[in-house]
């Protein structure tokens, strides 16, 4: 690539986070960036677009940009209304906390990814594995990872969802998504007005022994990358079906 490559920055925890800001000065060093970010913080929104209410974007100058929205609709604006060209790759985080396991169905910052894959550009999601701390390192990372995407290209439809452990870097691993063992802890109480409520907290996060997982890279101090596809068809099991003749209701030809 001859010209300098267009990276379009975008996140979930919202523009004013730290770890939105470090990415955005590394990745600088390596294209040209602009960044469309949630206005404020939309952690946890998943691959959600809004629809019932108008979007407002805010251009702070001629490379940044919030939208009143979730980074779904930041990407989507960025693409349609916003860029004057499609960006050669969009770079979603860098998220306050780990996006691994279970926990990629519910991340912001994975479907800011995801998105981009909707619109066939390839895209990576980069979460530090801590809510706060110096997101130095994971930058220079993932600046070194998105050039790496740029000149070696990936698979339309695929994402890499990318977690950094906190402190310098001491290898990367290639894994697969991991299974969450969660402690579920919701919190009640009265409001003022007198009424119940139910408030979900934190949660303690343990995950299934499995090798080559995700969570146990990070564990060992690895970065993991794993790839994502947008493509959520499990074709084993279609196979499966397919093969075993009429087992739902109303198939009738499983060829
Ligand atoms: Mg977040």
């Known amino acids: 690539m001859s010209r300098q490559p267009r990276i379009l920055v ?9 770890g939105i800001a470090a990415l ?15 206005a404020t913080e939309q952690s946890a929104t998943a691959h959600s677009l809004t629809l019932t209410r108008p979007l407002r974007v805010r251009q702070i100058d001629d490379r940044r ?48 990814a995801l998105e981009a894959a909707v619109f066939k550009i390839p895209g990576i999601a980069v979460s530090l594995v801590a809510r706060d701390g110096d997101f130095t390192h994971a930058a ?7 050039a790496q995407v740029l000149r070696q290209g990936m698979p339309t439809g695929t994402v890499l969802n990318v977690n950094v452990p906190v402190g310098e870097i001491r290898g990367a691993c290639l894994t697969h998504q991991g299974v969450k063992i ?22 303690i996060v343990r995950w299934k022994e ?7 890279a990070v564990a060992r101090g690895m970065v993991s990358i794993t790839p994502l596809r947008i493509d959520m068809t499990d074709y084993g099991y279609l196979a499966k079906l397919r093969s075993m003749g009429e087992t739902l209701p109303g198939v009738e030809d499983n060829a």
Do not use: M
């Open 10 to 18: 975008t996140n979930d925890d919202g523009y004013f986070s730290d």
């Open 24 to 38: 955005t000065r590394e990745l600088a060093t390596i294209g040209d960036v602009v960044v469309v970010a949630p």
């Open 65 to 112: 940009y919030t939208v009143d929205g979730t980074p779904t609709d930041c990407v989507t604006l960025a693409l349609t209304k916003i860029l004057p060209e499609y960006p050669d790759i969009v770079v979603s985080g860098i998220n306050h906390g780990a996006n691994l396991g279970d926990d990629v169905t519910y991340s912001g910052t994975v479907a800011g």
């Open 140 to 146: 220079k990372y993932a600046a070194r990872l998105t």
């Open 182 to 203: 969660a402690e579920l802890r919701i919190q009640d109480g009265i409001d003022p007005r007198g009424k119940s409520y139910y408030w979900i907290g934190e949660q």
């Open 210 to 216: 499995d090798p080559g997982c995700d969570f146990e």
